[in-house]
């Protein structure tokens, strides 16, 4: 029994952490927010829901211990993939941290499509194509230094590998949805459905100018695991494929 018990704790100790239900709704949240917020406005910006399928990708990729972007030639499986790479030294982040990624906003410039300073993951997570996320934590141990503790989260999408091109077609919100899409707060969204979006998101004005605070954010992740109207993500595998229209 003690052996089983030991071997439990040491296989623990080395997993990647998943994000739970409610914490997946944050991270949804947290993307309608970014996303509906871009400048300058775009005009086919699909709703991305959570995915259990790129979440095992970013699982992969985080239990790997690197802090560089995978290879597609020699981890064929990444292929069409984006990644965004948050280290912490000797600080656990937690899933809410993702919302981090918004303060890369104001380094971006859309018109030269250039960064003044860091702003790859904001440009990620902005790719107007991308309909899935996933994200995974994993603690691993620096490698010169094994008394200080490195912890990488991860977040995969798909649509999103042509990180070089901008992002996203400038535009009025919604005016280039794909057929039998719906706008809702300036984000395509298949009519068929919410697509597992937090109803708060819905009840905005589709043309509202007002971009959202970075407390704001913080927020409404924390408001979406109490929320009681919000439809649970989930992952469709069969969902029609959308155009990278990007320049």
């Known amino acids: ?10 296989i623990s100790s080395v997993a990647a952490k998943v994000p739970t ?55 064929p499986q990444f292929k069409g993939t984006g990644m965004t790479i948050q280290t912490f030294y000797n600080k656990r982040p937690r899933f809410s941290d993702v919302s981090l990624i918004a303060n890369e906003a104001s380094n971006y410039n859309y018109d030269r499509n250039r960064c003044n300073g860091v702003c790859r993951n904001y440009k990620t997570m902005v790719k107007e194509a991308t309909t899935k996320v996933g994200c995974a934590i994993k603690k691993c141990s620096r490698r010169r230094r094994q008394d200080n503790e490195q912890y990488y989260l991860i977040c995969a999408l798909n649509r999103a590998d042509k990180v070089k091109r901008r992002p996203y077609r400038k535009g009025k919100s919604c005016t280039e949805c794909p057929k039998n899409y719906k706008c809702t707060y300036k984000l395509c969204i298949r009519s068929n459905g919410n697509n597992g979006i937090p109803l708060q998101f819905t009840k905005g004005p589709e043309n509202t100018t007002k971009k959202p605070t970075q407390p704001e954010i913080e927020a409404t992740i924390s408001a979406s695991t109490t929320q009681p109207d919000v439809v649970p993500p989930f992952d469709d595998s069969t969902e029609p494929g959308a155009t990278d229209i990007s320049t």
Do not use: H
């Not at 917020?37 to 239990?63: C, H, I, T």
């Open 1 to 10: 029994m003690l052996i089983i018990v030991c071997l439990v704790t040491v």
């Open 21 to 75: 239900l409610n914490q997946q709704y944050g991270i949804v949240g947290f993307l309608a927010q970014l996303r509906s917020s871009v400048e300058p406005p775009a005009s086919n910006m699909n709703f991305v829901r959570y995915s259990l399928e790129m979440q095992a990708l970013a699982n992969d990729w985080a239990s790997r211990c690197s802090n560089t972007y995978p290879n597609v030639t020699q981890f």
